[in-house]
């Protein structure tokens, strides 16, 4: 598999790099692989910090800005990053208002967030934590490590984030976080599996003809796999998953993410078919985001999250923010 | 009686041989997992030798404390926090002695598996690093040689187990066939004892 890198163990710091070297707004230490606002701490402001593993771009360091991230700290590729980053980007930031740590629920990001939380308390930061599991895909939570975060991590950062914005304390932004996650559901498909750098071939083999039904953002293979299907039959099969688990009340923010490898066009298509499903279903659509947001390397394929909101969330939603992959209002 | 030097040598040896087996450390990660269990496993055992190097402690227990806390600090995903609270737990209860007894170590390390237990919530059958640890402690009472086979052989016993913790677990019966990476990798810091101790691996 070509790759456009130098080597692969400089993969994230060379994106650092770039990254530095396009959002002068943004603070990047590549040596410590943080992404800070330039402006942290914001006097007054909850910080918000999050992080995982790299290869997810533009999450988490492309939401990192007004209105969303205070920072965010990446970790290797598909590997979550250590407290030592968590407790500076946390150290960072705060403004004496404490920080938000927002999680995605995989086994080695809870374990390095929560060392990293301890760490900052015992610097007197005050921490709360919140956990991303917004996957129907995972059905055997009691025999797995739970649903996995996905999609609605953006949901998470925007909404939480204006929240911060807005000056609200340390205990509502965490409670909107709480709430923007328990009202998500995601599901995704993959028409192909994606290269790590570190192997350099795909992390798994799917044979042409087939796609993954319920894949995380990993590489990891999913639940399920079958023949191809149409983009209209996946839409309905994704959002059937979604509404089997949760049946909104109220309007929705949709998200309908690309892997990483499939083009607009066709992502275009599928949001078509999405749209097509949810009307069909009765499920009203508040707003929409299409593009690559939350991606799996060079994975083709997609997934839909659907956010219940009620006004709070809707105002939170439509709120001003500024960072380098989501951007409007400012 | 083991001394400070003894455990350089442990985790010389561990780094040595994950550097060996990084590619099929990754290969085995790679149907289960997210290939790259040997690429931050090499990243963090590389940046421990570096380190016993520089800081050169004194004792067994400083020794592998410092090695626990540079895993945490390198490795990320599970396994940083888990082999180096393996580590650490393992060195802590080595105390501040110069010198230990391979029953002491035996004791300690059991108690290391304990905190791993702890942390990851795995029990043995999970198909994790775990069904390579604990076999590997309760055969150290006969000898190093004999822990490592047992963790060997604990590491080959995961390929018809189902996951049910870690990455892995999301594929249900769909794991079963494969070797467990962290029991593999388990299996090589074990081995790297038994190296150290002057006496056959047995390999992994």
Same mark, same amino acid.
């Given at each position: 598999m070509k790759m456009l890198i130098n080597v692969a163990e400089t993969v994230v710091a060379d994106a650092l790099r770039g990254m530095a070297a396009a959002h002068p707004e943004l603070t990047v230490d590549v040596e410590n692989r943080v992404i800070v606002r330039? #402006? %942290?701490? @914001? %006097? #007054?402001k909850v910080g918000l910090v999050s992080g995982g593993g790299s290869g997810h771009e533009p999450l988490h360091g492309g939401f990192v800005g007004r209105g969303m991230l205070s920072a965010a700290c990446p970790g290797e590729v598909f590997t979550s990053p250590v407290p030592d980053q968590m407790v500076r980007a946390a150290a960072a930031v705060d403004s004496g208002q404490g920080v938000l740590f927002i999680v995605k629920n995989y086994t080695g990001d809870v374990m390095n967030f929560d060392m990293a939380a301890e760490l900052a308390e015992d610097e007197g930061i005050q921490v709360a934590k919140v956990l991303v599991n917004d996957d129907v %895909? @995972?059905?055997d939570s009691l025999y797995t490590a739970g649903r996995r975060g996905t999609g609605a991590t953006l949901f998470v950062e925007k909404l939480a984030g204006a929240a911060a914005e807005e000056g609200m304390p340390l205990e509502r932004v965490e409670a909107i976080a709480r709430q923007v996650n328990e009202n998500s559901r995601s599901f995704g498909v993959a028409l192909s599996a994606c290269s790590t750098p570190a192997k350099g071939s795909p992390t798994f083999d799917l044979p042409a003809g087939q796609l993954e039904l $319920? =894949? $995380? =953002?990993?590489g990891e293979p999913g639940r399920e796999r079958r023949a191809m299907m149409t983009s209209g039959e996946i839409a309905e099969f994704a959002v059937d998953a979604i509404l089997d688990d949760m049946r909104p009340n109220n309007p929705v923010l949709l998200l309908v993410n690309g892997m990483g490898a499939t083009p607009l066009l066709e992502l275009y298509g599928f949001h078509a078919e999405v749209t097509r499903v949810l009307a069909a279903r009765d499920i009203a659509v508040a707003r929409v985001l299409v593009g690559n947001y939350v991606t799996s390397l060079d994975m083709a394929g997609a997934s839909v999250t659907l956010c219940q909101i009620d006004e709070e969330l809707l105002r939170l939603w439509d709120a001003p923010v500024r960072t380098p992959a989501l951007r409007w209002g400012i | 009686m083991l001394d400070a030097e003894f455990f350089r040598r442990w985790m010389t040896a561990t780094a040595a041989a994950v550097d060996r087996e990084a590619t099929r450390l990754t290969e085995l990660d790679s149907p289960i997992g997210d290939a790259d269990h040997g690429s931050n496993l090499r990243r963090g055992f590389t940046a421990v030798a570096t380190v016993l190097e520089k800081e050169a402690p004194g004792t067994p227990g400083a020794v592998l404390v410092l090695a626990g806390r540079q895993l945490i600090s390198t490795v990320g995903g599970a396994s940083g926090p888990l082999y180096g609270t393996l580590l650490r737990r393992t060195g802590k209860e080595l105390g501040d002695a110069p010198e230990v007894s391979a029953e002491q170590l035996a004791a300690a390390l059991r108690a290391g598996v304990e905190a791993v237990t702890k942390l990851g919530g795995a029990v043995p059958g999970d198909k994790t690093m775990v069904d390579a640890l604990d076999p590997a402690v309760a055969a150290l009472a006969t000898s190093f040689s004999a822990a490592a086979r047992a963790a060997a052989a604990g590491a080959e016993a995961t390929v018809p187990l189902i996951a049910r913790k870690g990455r892995a677990s999301y594929l249900g019966e769909r794991s079963i066939g494969h070797q467990d990476p962290g029991a593999t990798s388990s299996a090589l810091l074990i081995a790297a004892l038994a190296e150290a101790a002057g006496e056959d691996g047995a390999g992994a």
């Amino acid at each position: 598999m070509k790759m456009l890198i130098n080597v692969a163990e400089t993969v994230v710091a060379d994106a650092l790099r770039g990254m530095a070297a396009a959002h002068p707004e943004l603070t990047v230490d590549v040596e410590n692989r943080v992404i800070v606002r330039r #402006d %942290a701490p @914001v %006097a #007054d402001k909850v910080g918000l910090v999050s992080g995982g593993g790299s290869g997810h771009e533009p999450l988490h360091g492309g939401f990192v800005g007004r209105g969303m991230l205070s920072a965010a700290c990446p970790g290797e590729v598909f590997t979550s990053p250590v407290p030592d980053q968590m407790v500076r980007a946390a150290a960072a930031v705060d403004s004496g208002q404490g920080v938000l740590f927002i999680v995605k629920n995989y086994t080695g990001d809870v374990m390095n967030f929560d060392m990293a939380a301890e760490l900052a308390e015992d610097e007197g930061i005050q921490v709360a934590k919140v956990l991303v599991n917004d996957d129907v %895909a @995972v059905t055997d939570s009691l025999y797995t490590a739970g649903r996995r975060g996905t999609g609605a991590t953006l949901f998470v950062e925007k909404l939480a984030g204006a929240a911060a914005e807005e000056g609200m304390p340390l205990e509502r932004v965490e409670a909107i976080a709480r709430q923007v996650n328990e009202n998500s559901r995601s599901f995704g498909v993959a028409l192909s599996a994606c290269s790590t750098p570190a192997k350099g071939s795909p992390t798994f083999d799917l044979p042409a003809g087939q796609l993954e039904l $319920g =894949i $995380g =953002i990993h590489g990891e293979p999913g639940r399920e796999r079958r023949a191809m299907m149409t983009s209209g039959e996946i839409a309905e099969f994704a959002v059937d998953a979604i509404l089997d688990d949760m049946r909104p009340n109220n309007p929705v923010l949709l998200l309908v993410n690309g892997m990483g490898a499939t083009p607009l066009l066709e992502l275009y298509g599928f949001h078509a078919e999405v749209t097509r499903v949810l009307a069909a279903r009765d499920i009203a659509v508040a707003r929409v985001l299409v593009g690559n947001y939350v991606t799996s390397l060079d994975m083709a394929g997609a997934s839909v999250t659907l956010c219940q909101i009620d006004e709070e969330l809707l105002r939170l939603w439509d709120a001003p923010v500024r960072t380098p992959a989501l951007r409007w209002g400012i | 009686m083991l001394d400070a030097e003894f455990f350089r040598r442990w985790m010389t040896a561990t780094a040595a041989a994950v550097d060996r087996e990084a590619t099929r450390l990754t290969e085995l990660d790679s149907p289960i997992g997210d290939a790259d269990h040997g690429s931050n496993l090499r990243r963090g055992f590389t940046a421990v030798a570096t380190v016993l190097e520089k800081e050169a402690p004194g004792t067994p227990g400083a020794v592998l404390v410092l090695a626990g806390r540079q895993l945490i600090s390198t490795v990320g995903g599970a396994s940083g926090p888990l082999y180096g609270t393996l580590l650490r737990r393992t060195g802590k209860e080595l105390g501040d002695a110069p010198e230990v007894s391979a029953e002491q170590l035996a004791a300690a390390l059991r108690a290391g598996v304990e905190a791993v237990t702890k942390l990851g919530g795995a029990v043995p059958g999970d198909k994790t690093m775990v069904d390579a640890l604990d076999p590997a402690v309760a055969a150290l009472a006969t000898s190093f040689s004999a822990a490592a086979r047992a963790a060997a052989a604990g590491a080959e016993a995961t390929v018809p187990l189902i996951a049910r913790k870690g990455r892995a677990s999301y594929l249900g019966e769909r794991s079963i066939g494969h070797q467990d990476p962290g029991a593999t990798s388990s299996a090589l810091l074990i081995a790297a004892l038994a190296e150290a101790a002057g006496e056959d691996g047995a390999g992994a």
